[in-house]
């Protein structure tokens, strides 16, 4: 609230400008990350409040907004119920999680024929706040799987110029990789799954870090040690891994499927030959390579180039699920609860108002009077069973309730 004040102008008139507007809270893809982990420790996201208005009708300076970087495969959930907010998938892709609040009205906008001097203005709105889960969906055209050691780790580093540490022990592989394949002039990325274990699918391990990120995927890539120098059954070690598919979602199960069977230049033929047999009557197109010696590998890369791009792109939801649209959900401007023997009325819209009155100014009173008639706070009073003369506590005020008066509560 301000007048104009100079010399040899005795009747400057309000000139009390405009706040600035919150700053916003904006999701952005950035195709550089690969990872959450920015999020482990930082858990609030707030953005800046605009500046307040001047004198002379000076507008306050609006904040920037506040924009957090994510990796392509990004899914946006409410916290609360777990609606599905955004899928993020294109680099540059972006989405508002909370708007900014809108600033407050100068007095000078009040100015009229009639109130030539008001002496009151309103506050800033407050912003919008959410609360989101992210989870990471890794987005690769062939995803590599089998038990931990079945040699994804070095398959991946002879198709690719992806450097994934390779060792002879389990779990090697803590998080995915992602390599780049290239074929003639074109190019498609296989992700590394790090070794699923039984029980992958109830989280035993790290099964759900682990298998989420094969669902975007078009073609699965089984790699079975064929050898079983790790003491295990190779066909039950391929059956277990395709148990685990079923049982954490129907739909990966069905997802195209080549078996790998690595390690031959280390397996007898004839177990070999009995292994290949065996999955190939159920109906699985497989190969015989052996990552370590590079044999069999360039026809896997020639047929598999090739089947990438026949097959039609993977979509983690249903087109009807990907249509719906997140909407912020309007809070009540006010609620009613009952402290004591006192009627108390809370919110943000009710502190905003409050904030905004002055009241030492018949006009400001005025305008506070039908901003509550306006939001039928009155009514409610009444209906819960508020009489003349009760007090009432407007964000912890007091305030004497008169429903008569039309310019004072």
């Known amino acids: ?56 009708n000076r507008t306050g300076k609006s904040a920037p907004d506040l924009i957090i970087e994510v990796p392509p495969g990004t899914i946006v959930r409410s916290a609360d119920t777990n609606e599905l907010i955004a899928d993020l998938l294109e680099d540059g892709a972006e989405i508002v999680l909370a708007e900014g609040g809108k600033g407050g009205i100068g007095n000078s906008k009040f100015a009229n024929s009639v109130r030539q001097a008001p002496r009151f203005s309103t506050s800033g709105k407050t912003g919008q706040e959410l609360r989101v889960n992210l989870e990471l969906k890794l987005i690769a055209d062939v995803a590599l799987i089998g038990f931990p050691n079945a040699g994804k780790s070095t398959l991946l580093s002879v198709i690719s110029a992806a450097k994934p540490k390779i060792a002879d022990y ?72 395709n148990q685990e598919l079923l049982r954490y979602k129907e739909e990966l199960a069905e997802r195209p499927q080549w078996v790998l069977l690595n390690k031959t230049d280390i397996t007898p033929e004839v177990e070999l030959k009995n292994l290949q047999e065996k999955i190939e009557q159920e109906g699985y197109k497989v ?107 407007l964000d912890g005020s007091e305030f004497e309730f008169d429903e008569d008066e039309d310019d004072e509560s």
């Not at 102008?9 to 904006?26: E, L, N, W, Y």
């Not at 003639?184 to 989420?212: C, N, Q, T, Y």
């Not at 943000?348 to 901003?371: C, G, K, M, P």
């Open 1 to 56: 609230m301000s007048f104009r004040r100079e010399k040899n102008i005795p009747a400057g008139g309000p000139d009390g400008g405009d706040g600035g507007k919150g700053g916003s809270v904006i999701m952005r893809v950035n195709a550089a990350k690969n990872t959450l982990l920015d999020f482990r420790f930082r858990h609030n996201f707030i953005a800046q409040n605009g500046t307040n208005g001047g004198s002379n």
């Open 170 to 241: 389990p779990f090697t592989t803590l998080e995915p990789v992602l390599g780049v394949v290239a074929k003639d002039d074109f190019r498609f990325v296989v992700a590394d799954i790090p070794g699923l274990i039984s029980g992958a699918a109830e989280g035993a391990g790290m099964g759900h870090d682990f298998l989420r990120h094969i669902e975007r995927t078009r073609i699965l890539l089984h790699l079975v040690d064929a050898s079983g120098q790790e003491g295990r059954d190779p066909y039950s070690d391929f059956q277990v891994i």
């Open 287 to 393: 190969y015989l390579i052996s990552a370590a010696t590079k044999d069999g590998v360039d026809k896997l890369v020639n047929d598999l180039a090739a089947e990438v791009q026949a097959l039609p792109p993977s979509l983690p939801y249903d087109e009807s699920e990907l249509r719906r649209k997140y909407s912020f959900t309007d809070e009540e401007k006010f609620t009613i609860k009952r402290q004591g023997e006192k009627l108390a009325v809370e919110g943000a819209w009710i502190r905003e108002l409050l904030q905004s009155t002055n009241f030492s100014d018949y006009e400001s009173r005025r305008h506070f009077q039908r901003q509550i008639d306006a939001a039928g706070l009155e009514k409610a009073l009444l209906a819960v069973g508020m009489k003349a003369g009760d007090t009432v506590l």
